[in-house]
């Protein structure tokens, strides 16, 4: 099987930031996705990565390491709306299947 | 452009009974997947097509679910004997041709399975 590991919550605060983990492994990598699901909605795209290091988009930020199966999403100047689920899901090679973790509740609190 | 687009957004069955959940993916876009998310859960890939070609249905409880997309376009999950295992949101998703150029999946906003 693929297996992707996320912890299952975290909490922070307004105003400051949060890193949500992610390690991975897989029998192939094209990449790693990140996802936003609100409660009852759908996944929505947040960022893509495949090349090691840190990808900056402003208040999301992806790190990746290729050789320890590890990412994280940085999220900075954290807002009370920012409380969701964060997915990661690994992209195969062959048709952009997507492998995901459980995902991680981020819960920011005032 | 629209989205993907799913239905019904609810459905409550009793134990045994059959339903059925219909996509329609985005235009042009020929990889459609079916994913299956418990709750607090992740989603976990049960079937995706290519066209109408089925690629990988090993995930798929084969003696109840079954899935087609005959003409490459819409497609339908359907679930002959449901159980409350099968409790869950069934999302739908599709991605356009080619590796390079897109980076993401479009899902739709899911139905939500309840089995008593």
């Known amino acids: 099987g693929q297996g992707v590991e996320q912890p299952d919550n975290l909490m922070s605060v307004e105003g400051t930031f949060a890193r949500v983990n992610c390690t991975y492994s897989t029998s192939g990598f094209n990449g790693l996705s990140w996802y936003q699901q609100r409660e009852g909605h759908a996944p929505v795209f947040l960022s893509y990565v495949v090349l090691d290091g840190l990808k900056d988009s402003g208040h999301f930020s992806t790190f990746l390491s290729r050789s320890n199966g590890y990412s994280y999403l940085l999220l900075t100047e954290l807002q009370i709306k920012d409380s969701a689920s964060y997915l990661c899901a690994v992209r195969m090679p062959n048709y952009n299947v997507l492998y995901f973790g459980s995902g991680t509740k981020l819960t920011v609190e005032p | ?116």
């Open chain 2, 1 to 116: 452009e629209a989205g993907v687009t799913q239905s019904p957004r609810y459905a409550v069955l009793q134990e045994g009974q059959a339903v059925s959940f219909w996509c329609d993916p985005i235009s042009g876009h020929d990889t459609l997947y079916w994913y299956q998310q418990p709750r607090d859960q992740g989603p976990q890939l049960l079937v995706y097509f290519r066209d109408e070609a089925v690629i990988d249905n090993s995930q798929l409880p084969s003696d109840r679910f079954s899935a087609v997309r005959p003409k490459g376009t819409n497609s339908t999950l359907k679930i002959q004997s449901a159980k409350q295992g099968d409790t869950a949101t069934y999302l739908c998703a599709s991605s356009p041709p080619g590796q390079i150029s897109n980076e993401r999946l479009f899902f739709g906003h899911g139905t939500k399975l309840s089995v008593l």
